[in-house]
């Protein structure tokens, strides 16, 4: 492991930028992205003619997906999982019974390569659901459509501090689209983020590919970048990049060190921030 500990510690590593994840680390959307799957899950399921006894999406199984590291959008999330409960149904469409439980659905997705989630889905199910579409009400669920308020806002800052106060130069590596990051920009007070500094999923770079942070260390010249991540597809985009450290944030990556519950405690343990 290229970072485990402290920095300057046995390794000598010194960090010479932040990058950060969003979801999970700059902003909490736990009750949101979650509940736009669950909504999007159910009302796609029964505008196909089945039945939604039962609530289309759940936590432990958002956890399922979130510890495999191939799953960072939670559009093909909700679109993988109807596919997936379509073909579970023996007639009678009750999403209660064509739902997998977190189990089973690890038994399910533990076959998929993190690479290429998509691919895989669409080689083993049929796509009953199409993707374009459940993509599209995603968004509007997520964003608010016909004078429903979008789920977004049940979301909240994770640090309440300026991007450029912080103690290094700062970063953003994300799997939200240009308008999502555009809606935490204005929750966390950083409406003056340059968008040169940001990688979102319009740039077509996915974690866990590296390229997110290949592309801002070349940009930018550092060599030895901290990124914090919560998520599988995070700690695994930066064991391909190979270089600098990764702090996980939060309770997914429990076996990863160094971890801490928030980014204000990581950077003041690690490089003794008091900002
Ligand atoms: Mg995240």
């Known amino acids: 492991?290229?970072?485990?500990?402290?920095?300057?510690?046995?390794?000598?590593?010194?960090?010479?930028?932040?990058?950060?994840?969003?979801?999970?680390?700059?902003?909490?959307?736990?009750?949101?992205?979650?509940?736009?799957?669950?909504?999007?899950?159910?009302?796609?399921?029964?505008?196909?003619?089945?039945?939604?006894?039962?609530?289309?999406?759940?936590?432990?199984?958002?956890?399922?997906?979130?510890?495999?590291?191939?799953?960072?959008?939670?559009?093909?999330?909700?679109?993988?999982?109807?596919?997936?409960?379509?073909?579970?149904?023996?007639?009678?469409?009750?999403?209660?019974?064509?739902?997998?439980?977190?189990?089973?659905?690890?038994?399910?997705?533990?076959?998929?390569?993190t690479g290429s989630a998509r691919r895989w889905l669409e080689k083993n199910y049929a796509e009953r659901f199409p993707l374009g579409r459940v993509a599209e009400k995603c968004m509007e669920i997520y964003h608010g459509s016909g004078g429903r308020p979008g789920v977004y806002t049940t979301e909240k800052p994770m640090l309440n501090a300026w991007w450029g106060d912080l103690p290094l130069p700062a970063y953003v590596f994300t799997g939200r689209s240009s308008s999502e990051w555009e809606l935490a920009k204005v929750m966390l007070s950083w409406g003056d983020f340059p968008d040169e500094r940001a990688v979102t999923s319009d740039s077509g770079m996915l974690k866990p590919s590296p390229e997110g942070l290949e592309h801002i260390c070349r940009r930018f010249g550092h060599e030895t970048p901290l990124f914090f991540g919560d998520t599988a597809s995070d700690r695994m985009s930066f064991e391909a990049f190979g270089k600098g450290g990764f702090v996980a944030i939060g309770n997914n990556l429990g076996n990863w060190t160094p971890n801490f519950p928030c980014v204000r405690d990581a950077l003041s343990n690690l490089i003794g921030w008091r900002g």
Not at 3 to 23: A, H, R, S, T, Y
């Open 1 to 113: 492991m290229i970072f485990q500990g402290k920095p300057g510690g046995v390794e000598g590593f010194v960090p010479d930028c932040l990058i950060f994840d969003v979801d999970g680390v700059l902003i909490d959307s736990s009750a949101s992205y979650p509940e736009m799957i669950r909504i999007a899950v159910e009302r796609e399921w029964e505008a196909a003619g089945f039945i939604a006894d039962a609530p289309g999406y759940s936590a432990p199984l958002d956890a399922v997906f979130k510890r495999h590291g191939g799953f960072n959008d939670d559009a093909h999330i909700a679109w993988g999982l109807l596919n997936i409960m379509a073909s579970r149904d023996h007639g009678s469409g009750r999403l209660s019974e064509c739902a997998p439980a977190p189990a089973e659905l690890e038994t399910i997705i533990f076959r998929c390569d």
